[in-house]
């Protein structure tokens, strides 16, 4: 049983893979990526879902952290594990990417620097993907402190779940200090996870009409959302319909314990797929353009395959090293987790 409920969070956590790895592959259409033309099916494929890819990330890891909870005793242990597995790779990667991207020819997206403080200005500013690290950081110091409060487990995870939600909804967007925008927009999923998890039961039992209900909801949301944006008014990723299109995605792929084989395997290799899937979309779009192929779903195939199965290599080979593996991985230990 078990065995069984795992297999299912990998699936999730190879399907969040998928979806990332293929929202940075496309981009913004003419300008980054691609480049594709405005009105392409893939960046419309993306932006449907630009409420739940990252969501269920943050979902995921909520689910795994409410099987062991946090003791106020544990508060130390809790950090000193967290700041290993993100904020380790997040110094030695964040200055590096930042190089590459405001010097190398190829990249997607060039800036501008004025000054080598913008290099490890990734430390404390939200910079590209490693947003993610930071916010996840502050969501795990902020259970780990609430837990001070010695309130039941349920009751912890609900009122951190109200007060994600009403965060996200009133907080501004743009606060780029240490991803606080980004802390604010994933709290209310990690919360999320944590108060589904609490209170299931954790067999591989269906309930169809659940399902049936999620299901319904989650497609008239997206439906709404697709009208919006044929009408140029996308209500965005921070929004009461952002919310609920994250919810119940979510809740419907949890309750639903979907379990592919081939997900599941990549979903073992998430974090570092999370770390390194851009390096090596760089790499293919570099092999695709010296050999002159601009077939677009030729390109996407090529995408998704380097920019999963790269990583993947490249964790096998830092695993053999436990230096390599902490530096670069962030793993103290030699084993995969949800990211953060």
Not at 41 to 48: A, G
Not at 122 to 130: P, R
């Amino acid at each position: 049983m078990q065995g069984n409920k795992v297999q299912s969070l990998e699936t999730l956590r190879g399907l969040a893979c998928f979806l990332l790895v293929l929202n940075h592959l496309v981009g913004m259409p003419v300008v980054a990526g691609l480049r594709l033309p405005e009105g392409n099916i893939y960046f419309l494929f993306n932006t449907m879902l630009e409420n739940f890819r990252m969501p269920l990330f943050a979902f995921l890891s909520g689910i795994i952290f409410s099987f062991r909870g946090i003791k106020p005793s544990q508060f130390n242990i809790l950090l000193k594990g967290k700041f290993f597995r993100l904020l380790v790779p997040l110094i030695i990667l964040g200055p590096l990417y930042l190089i590459i991207q405001a010097n190398a020819p190829v990249a997607n997206q060039t800036v501008e620097v004025n000054s080598y403080l913008y290099y490890i200005s990734v430390f404390w500013e939200s910079k590209f993907h490693f947003w993610f690290l930071q916010a996840m950081f502050l969501i795990f110091f902020l259970y780990g402190a609430i837990s001070f409060l010695q309130l039941t487990v349920k009751t912890t995870y609900l009122l951190l779940f109200v007060i994600g939600t009403v965060l996200s909804m009133f907080l501004p967007e743009d606060i780029t200090f240490f991803s606080l925008s980004g802390f604010f927009f994933l709290l209310p999923y990690f919360a999320l996870g944590t108060l589904l998890a609490s209170h299931e039961k954790h067999n591989e039992k269906v309930n169809l009409a659940l399902i049936g209900g999620l299901t319904f909801v989650f497609i008239c949301l997206l439906v709404f959302k697709y009208f919006r944006i044929q009408e140029g008014n996308n209500f965005g990723r921070i929004s009461i319909f952002g919310l609920l299109v994250g919810f119940f995605g979510c809740s419907l792929f949890y309750f639903s314990k979907i379990k592919v084989k081939t997900l599941a395997f990549i979903g073992g290799f998430s974090f570092t797929i999370y770390l390194y899937h851009l390096y090596f979309l760089v790499l293919s779009r570099v092999i695709l353009n010296y050999i002159g192929v601009d077939n677009t779903l030729f390109n996407v195939l090529t995408g998704l395959v380097f920019g999963l199965v790269g990583p993947m290599l490249l964790n096998s080979i830092l695993k053999k090293h436990s230096l390599m593996s902490m530096l670069f991985l962030g793993e103290k230990r030699r084993r995969n987790t949800i990211p953060g």
